[in-house]
């Protein structure tokens, strides 16, 4: 038994040490520089400290939270702004993030920002609890407080963009989408992925995998599962893959490369992020602009005039959108923009559910 | 062997104190390195966990992970690797739950209707790597992890809206449990600690009883240090093996009963997962047993819940998890050297008490299970 016992000691440990070098890197954490953007610059307003809590993955993660950084960023370089950014453990409750929340509130952070729907609970608490400061919250809604607003994103407007990419791009008839994991909000990309699709060819075979079930949705830090998946549906015949899986997108641009199909990153340019041998895959991303959110809310806060109630970014506001770096959509630029005027314009329709 | 021993308590404090000694050098050389100075790291995890609204959530988690460590520890005890426990207790949360929101009954009925699904659930999927290894000779290493996987997906086909949850808000969850079924907590300044903090307390006294003081405690750890031996003594091992995995299964059951009837009263996607194998790292800690897996639960849940604050100083939070990783590592190496340095001092008292002149030999690998 001892020695079984310090096996299990040991994986154990390691298991926590891997955890460790997977919690990114929170020591980022940095505040403006007095000598840095001058709040002048930001037409006169009053000089803020933001508060920013992420999702599981933090600055990092070359997908979602790293939108959110983004923005962030962009608020200190232009508008000069203070801030403090806080991570998630992976496996916490409902009370870590009340008193993550709660830390930002108390220390002066006003506006308070949380990035990812499974704050919506502990938001909703300390909301009430600081009526003074204000609240956002990217990707839900909190109903029953004034002081939380609510950043949503028409995913499926974009997704349907890159849909009509995948179908045009195809020449076997045949696509795929991948989520991260099985849950309402990523079957929103996966809707307008097949619209979009199916208004190009109406009788594309499209191929749908989910990496995860809730509540482990560790589909969105799996590459490896991403990779299998993805080898799974290009041997079936796809040869244009849409990854909405965060972190795992990287595994499946990793099989698209081995046997030479496409696929299409989500919510950052990942043409950008990703490795240099894994870029001529990566033929557009669908970009859910979380910085857009960050930015243009704490550019409001900065002004004096928080935007407050549910906030939708979608294609009309470039919420939403399709990523052109690589040139490869540059030959379907034409159509790409042709169904994004149709959706603005409201004459196309784009369902939110499969 | 109940009789207490000053000696013995004293080293059986020493190890656990010496890991923790070792986890926080390790910590420091790590912090410096980092460029931080260890000193106001530690201070200011201690000044955040000690304020009234962060003891309250330490020992609320404490309970859960208290009844995790308890679910392994009956196993280990036994010499069995119960490493389903997660998913044991996510599975009877999650049904637990929906049956929890589909009755209406009056308030402590309802509650124990609810803790009786959890625990009834939790037994049955450990009893399945309990009947495999009986009757089929597959370790319950490999089934019990093998069965976290179908618990889970098993769990998230239930949490489709199709099934039994609903949709609030992009969170997929159960149905909420109506207010009788609420377990009622203390109010305190730091706001309500879980009611179920006592039912885990009872369960921890039901352990010490149930493992020092009946014949059934004595068959499992008898069984557990020499299984020919217990044979021999007349114990029916395959009836053992499965008894304890019911036992073990019944306890991780509970796991997830103080967040479910005290804070989130449904399961859904931002339940808490990953308490069954914090509860194999705490069990190891407080070395199986009732007092050293309370300690060492607090301990965790401090360790987990004022990392918090480190981020907010831009310290790196992550330097908790490797201290978590450092303590059960060094619990094991520490009992190690104790046990060994207890074995050659009483081989050299034996010897001085002979008149003999021999030098102690060098103890091997222990055989037995659960020296503490």
């Known amino acids: 038994m001892r020695r079984v016992t310090s096996l299990f000691a040991v994986m154990a440990a390691a298991s926590m040490a891997l955890a460790a070098c997977g919690g990114g890197s929170s020591d980022s954490t940095s505040t403006a520089s007095s000598g840095g953007a001058s709040s002048a610059a930001a037409g006169g307003g009053e000089k803020i400290k933001v508060g920013l809590a992420y999702d599981i993955g933090g600055r990092g993660d070359k997908s979602f939270n790293d939108s959110a950084a983004a923005g962030l960023d962009k608020a200190k370089a232009d508008l000069g702004v203070e801030f403090k950014e806080l991570s998630a453990t992976q496996g916490e409750t409902d009370a870590d993030k009340e008193a993550r929340l709660k830390l930002l509130a108390q220390g002066g952070y006003n506006p308070v920002i949380a990035v ?83 208004s190009v060819k109406a009788d594309i075979k499209i191929q749908v995998k989910y990496l995860s079930n809730p509540p482990d949705c560790k589909g969105f830090n799996d590459p490896a599962s991403g990779t299998e998946t993805a080898n799974g549906m290009y041997d079936a015949g796809a040869d244009v893959i849409f990854a909405a899986a965060g972190g795992s997108g990287t595994g499946v641009f990793q099989s698209a490369k081995a046997k030479t ?62 990523s052109a770096s690589g040139g490869q959509v540059d030959d379907i630029k034409a159509q790409l923009e042709d169904a994004k005027g149709k959706i603005v314009a409201g004459s196309v329709k784009v369902p939110d559910k499969p | 062997m109940s009789r207490f021993d000053p000696r013995r308590a004293g080293m059986a404090l020493v190890a656990p104190a010496m890991a923790f000694v070792v986890a926080v050098a390790l910590s420091s050389v790590v912090l410096v390195v980092a460029g931080h100075a260890p000193m106001t790291a530690f201070r200011s995890m201690f000044d955040f966990g000690v304020q009234p609204d962060n003891v309250v959530n330490i020992v609320n988690k404490a309970s859960g992970y208290y009844l995790s460590a308890l679910a392994v520890a009956i196993g280990f005890r036994m010499n069995l690797f119960n490493i389903g426990v997660d998913g044991q207790y996510r599975l009877a949360a999650m049904c637990a739950a929906v049956i929890g929101a589909a009755v209406a009954l009056p308030g402590p009925l309802h509650i124990l209707l609810i803790v009786v699904v959890a625990v009834i659930v939790g037994a049955i999927w450990a009893g399945i790597a309990g009947y495999l290894k009986v009757y089929r000779g597959v370790s319950e290493v490999i089934s019990t992890i093998m069965l976290n996987y179908i618990g889970t ?37 730091g706001g309500e600690v879980y009611g179920f903090v006592v039912v885990s307390a009872l369960v921890g006294v039901g352990y010490w009883f149930l493992l020092g003081r009946t014949r059934f ?9 020499s299984e020919p031996a217990a044979v021999a003594s007349g114990v029916d091992v395959k009836k053992m093996v499965v008894a304890s995995m019911l036992l073990s299964g019944g306890v991780a059951g509970l796991v997830g009963l103080p ?50 604050i480190l981020d907010l100083e831009g310290i790196p939070k ?11 590592l060094a619990v094991v190496v520490a009992y190690e050297v104790v046990r060994r340095w207890r074995v050659n001092s009483e081989q050299r008292r034996v010897a001085a008490q002979l008149g003999g002149p021999q030098a102690p030999a060098a103890p091997g690998p222990a055989t037995t299970a659960g020296v503490a």
Not at chain 1, 128 to 150: C, L
Not at chain 1, 298 to 319: M, R
């Open chain 2, 259 to 308: 967040i479910l009837l005290g804070a989130s009263h449904s399961y859904g996607q931002d339940f808490p997962a990953g308490i069954g194998f914090t509860g194999i790292a705490i069990a190891l800690l407080g070395r199986n047993h009732p007092i050293g897996i309370a300690f060492a639960s607090v301990l965790w849940g401090f360790l987990d819940v004022s990392n918090q």
């Open chain 1, 116 to 198: 990812g729907f499974l704050y919506g609970g502990s938001m909703k608490k300390v909301a009430a609890a600081f009526p003074n400061t204000q609240f956002a919250i990217v990707d839900s809604v909190v109903e029953g407080a004034p002081n939380v607003t609510g950043l949503t994103f028409a995913e499926h407007e974009g997704s349907y963009l890159v849909g009509v990419a995948a179908a045009l791009k195809s020449k076997s008839g045949n696509v795929g989408y991948i989520g991260g994991c099985l849950i309402p909000l990523l079957q929103k990309f996966e809707a307008g992925f097949v619209a979009g699709a199916k």
């Open chain 1, 261 to 322: 199909k496409l696929a299409i990153g989500v919510d950052s340019d990942q043409y950008e992020s990703a490795a240099a041998d894994l870029k001529p895959v990566v033929m557009t991303s669908m970009l859910k602009r979380v910085d857009v959110a960050v930015f243009e809310y704490i550019k409001a806060a900065q002004a004096g005039s928080p935007l407050t109630g549910v906030q939708v970014f979608d294609l009309k506001k470039d919420g939403v959108g399709y």
């Open chain 2, 217 to 225: 405690g004595f068959d499992l750890r008898a069984t557990g240090m």
């Open chain 2, 318 to 328: 992550e330097i908790v998890t490797i201290m978590q990783g450092t303590i059960v």
């Open chain 2, 153 to 189: 997906a098993l769990a998230a086909w239930m949490l489709t809206p199709a099934v039994f949850a609903t949709l609030e808000n992009n969170i997929v969850k159960t149905p909420d449990l109506p207010e009788s079924g609420w377990f009622p907590g203390f109010a305190t300044s």
